[in-house]
C-alpha cells in the first residue's frame, strides 16, 4: 500500500504521435495521469492502444509530442506541439479580429497583444526544449555536491596509508555523479524477455551494463552488485557467465528484473513482462516484483493486457483505449462500479471459477460508435466521484453521476 500520497510522477496532456506517411498516428492522445510513491499504478488496454509508448514517453525514448512529465518534481520530459497550435489559433484569431477593428489605436494593441502572447508561447517553448535536454544538469551538480560532502572530510581525516584508496573511490563517485541521471531512477523492464536480452552479451554484461554506462569501473564492485542481484530475483551467482539462450522465459524475465533493479531506481514501468509465460510462472514473476517492492519501497507502473493480471496487484488502474485514457480509478471502485462501456467490455472478458457466474457471464462487446454521441458535446476526463476519472462528456457525465448514486 502506498505510505503517502508524495506524487512520484505526474503526465500531464502526453501526445507521442507518429509520422506514418503523410499522416500522423496519435499513439498517446492526451493522456494524463499520476502515480503516488509506493504503489502500484496499472495501465491497461487491448493491444496497440498506445501502453508501451506512454512507457517509452516516460523513460525519454522519444521527444514527446506534447504535454509534460514530471519526475520528483523535476519536468523531465515536455513536447511542444500544443503551444505552437497556440500560436497558429491565436493569429488566426486576432487576424480577424484586427480585420473588423476601424479604430488604429485599437488595431495597434489588438497587434501587441498578439505579439505579447506569441511572445510568451516562445518562452515556453524554449522552455520545454531546455527541460526537454537539460533536466539532468541540475540533478547532476546536487549529486556531485553529495560526493564532495561525503568524500571531502573522510580524505582530511584519511592516514597517508589510506589516502590513496579513498582517493580512488572518490574520483570514481564523482565521475559517476557527473554522469548521473535522472531518468535512470525509472527502469524500465521490456514486454519481451527474448528479445529484450542481447543473445551476444553475458548475463553478467547485460545486468552491470548500465551502471557500466553510469561510469563504474571497479570490476569487483560490478561482479558484488550483479551476484546480488542475481541471488535477489531468484537465479544463482554460476548463471553470471551464461548467455540468455540458456534460460527459460520465466528466468530470462527475471533476469530483466535484476537489470533494471541494478540501478536503484524508484519508479519501474514492468511492460506486460508476465504475458509471454506460463500461468504459473506468471504468479513468481508477479511475487517477486512485489517482494522487491516492498524491500526497496519502489513504485511499479505495470502495464497488461487485461485486468485479471492487475486487480489484485494494483493500488489503481488506468484503462486505455486508441491512445486515450478512459477511465481511472482505485482497482477496487474499477471492479465495483466500472462506468466507461470499454471497462466494462474489459470486465466481462474475464473468466471466474464459479460455474455459475460463468454460465451468465456474457461478453459485452465495445462499440464506440454505437455507446457514444460526441457530435455535439465532446468528450473529456471528468471526475465522477472523488478519485474515479471517466473520458466522457456533459451528458455521460450525468448518466455516470446517476449510475452510482
Ligand atoms: N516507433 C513507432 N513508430 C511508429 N508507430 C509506432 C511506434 N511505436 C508504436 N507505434 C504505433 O503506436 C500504436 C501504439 O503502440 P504501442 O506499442 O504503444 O501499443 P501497446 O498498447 O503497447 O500494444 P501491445 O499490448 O500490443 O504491446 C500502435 O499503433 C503502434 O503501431
Ligand atoms: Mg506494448
Known amino acids: 500500500m502506498p505510505n503517502n500520497d508524495e506524487v512520484l510522477l505526474r503526465v500531464?496532456?502526453?501526445?507521442?504521435?507518429?509520422?506514418?506517411?503523410?499522416?500522423?498516428?496519435?499513439?498517446?492522445?492526451?493522456?494524463?495521469?499520476?502515480?503516488?510513491?509506493?504503489?502500484?499504478?496499472?495501465l491497461v488496454g487491448e493491444s496497440g492502444c498506445g501502453k508501451t509508448t506512454t512507457g517509452r514517453s516516460i523513460i525519454k525514448i522519444y521527444d514527446i509530442t506534447s504535454g509534460d512529465i514530471y519526475f520528483k518534481?523535476?519536468?523531465?520530459?515536455?513536447?511542444?506541439?500544443?503551444?505552437?497550435?497556440?500560436?497558429?489559433?491565436?493569429?488566426?484569431?486576432?487576424?480577424?479580429?484586427?480585420?473588423?477593428?476601424?479604430?488604429?489605436?485599437?488595431?495597434?494593441?489588438?497587434?501587441?497583444?498578439?505579439?505579447?502572447?506569441?511572445?510568451?508561447?516562445?518562452?515556453?517553448?524554449k522552455a520545454a526544449k531546455y527541460d526537454q535536454k537539460n533536466c539532468d544538469k541540475e540533478y547532476q551538480q546536487k549529486s556531485v555536491a553529495e560526493v564532495k560532502e561525503k568524500y571531502l572530510p573522510l580524505i582530511e581525516k584519511a592516514s597517508a596509508d589510506e589516502k590513496n584508496a579513498?582517493?580512488?573511490?572518490?574520483?570514481?563517485?564523482?565521475r559517476k555523479a557527473r554522469k548521473t541521471?535522472?531518468?535512470t531512477q525509472i527502469q524500465m523492464i521490456f514486454q519481451?524477455?527474448?528479445?529484450?536480452?542481447?543473445?551476444?552479451?553475458?548475463?553478467?554484461?547485460?545486468?552491470?551494463?548500465?551502471?557500466?554506462?553510469?561510469?563504474?569501473?571497479?570490476?569487483?564492485?560490478?561482479d558484488e552488485k550483479v551476484y546480488e542481484m542475481l541471488e535477489l530475483v531468484g537465479l544463482v551467482r554460476e548463471h553470471a557467465a551464461r548467455y540468455p539462450h540458456e534460460f527459460s522465459g520465466g528466468q530470462r524475465q527475471r533476469i530483466g528484473v535484476a537489470r533494471s533493479i541494478i540501478m536503484n531506481p524508484d519508479l519501474i514501468i514492468a511492460d506486460e513482462p508476465v504475458s509471454a509465460l506460463d500461468v504459473s510462472i506468471q504468479a513468481q514473476v508477479?511475487?517477486?516484483?512485489?517482494?522487491?517492492?516492498?524491500?526497496?519501497?519502489?513504485?511499479?507502473?505495470?502495464?497488461?493486457?487485461?485486468?485479471?493480471?492487475?486487480?489484485?496487484?494494483?493500488?489503481?488502474?488506468?484503462?486505455?483505449?486508441?491512445?486515450?485514457?478512459?477511465?481511472?480509478?482505485?482497482?477496487?471502485?474499477l471492479f465495483k462500479n466500472p462506468l466507461h462501456p470499454y471497462t466494462k467490455s474489459l470486465l466481462s472478458a474475464i473468466p471466474l471459477p464459479d460455474p455459475e457466474y460463468e454460465k451468465q457471464r456474457k461478453r459485452i462487446v465495445y462499440n464506440p460508435l454505437e455507446s457514444h454521441d460526441?457530435?455535439?458535446?465532446?468528450?473529456?476526463?471528468?471526475?465522477?466521484?472523488?478519485?474515479?476519472?471517466?473520458?466522457?462528456?456533459?451528458?455521460e457525465f450525468e448518466k455516470y453521476k446517476t449510475e452510482l448514486k
Request: hydrophobic share 35%.
Open 73 to 125: 518534481g523535476i519536468r523531465i520530459g515536455a513536447g511542444i506541439r500544443s503551444y505552437k497550435n497556440n500560436k497558429a489559433n491565436a493569429r488566426k484569431e486576432y487576424k480577424e479580429k484586427i480585420a473588423q477593428e476601424t479604430d488604429p489605436s485599437k488595431k495597434k494593441a489588438l497587434s501587441d497583444e498578439l505579439k505579447a502572447y506569441i511572445k510568451e508561447q516562445n518562452n515556453q517553448i
Open 166 to 174: 579513498i582517493n580512488k573511490e572518490y574520483s570514481n563517485e564523482l
Open 374 to 395: 460526441y457530435s455535439v458535446s465532446k468528450p473529456r476526463m471528468q471526475e465522477i466521484t472523488p478519485g474515479h476519472f471517466v473520458y466522457c462528456n456533459d451528458e
Open 286 to 333: 508477479i511475487n517477486l516484483l512485489n517482494d522487491l517492492r516492498e524491500k526497496f519501497g519502489l513504485t511499479i507502473m505495470f502495464i497488461a493486457h487485461d485486468l485479471s493480471v492487475v486487480k489484485y496487484f494494483s493500488n489503481r488502474i488506468g484503462v486505455m483505449y486508441f491512445g486515450k485514457m478512459v477511465e481511472l480509478a482505485t482497482s477496487d471502485e
Open 181 to 183: 541521471k535522472l531518468v
Open 12 to 42: 500531464e496532456h502526453l501526445c507521442q504521435y507518429f509520422k506514418m506517411g503523410g499522416a500522423e498516428l496519435k499513439a498517446v492522445d492526451d493522456v494524463s495521469f499520476d502515480i503516488k510513491k509506493g504503489e502500484v499504478f496499472g
Open 192 to 222: 519481451d524477455p527474448i528479445a529484450s536480452l542481447d543473445p551476444r552479451m553475458t548475463v553478467r554484461e547485460t545486468i552491470s551494463e548500465g551502471l557500466v554506462i553510469q561510469g563504474e569501473k571497479n570490476k569487483k564492485v560490478i
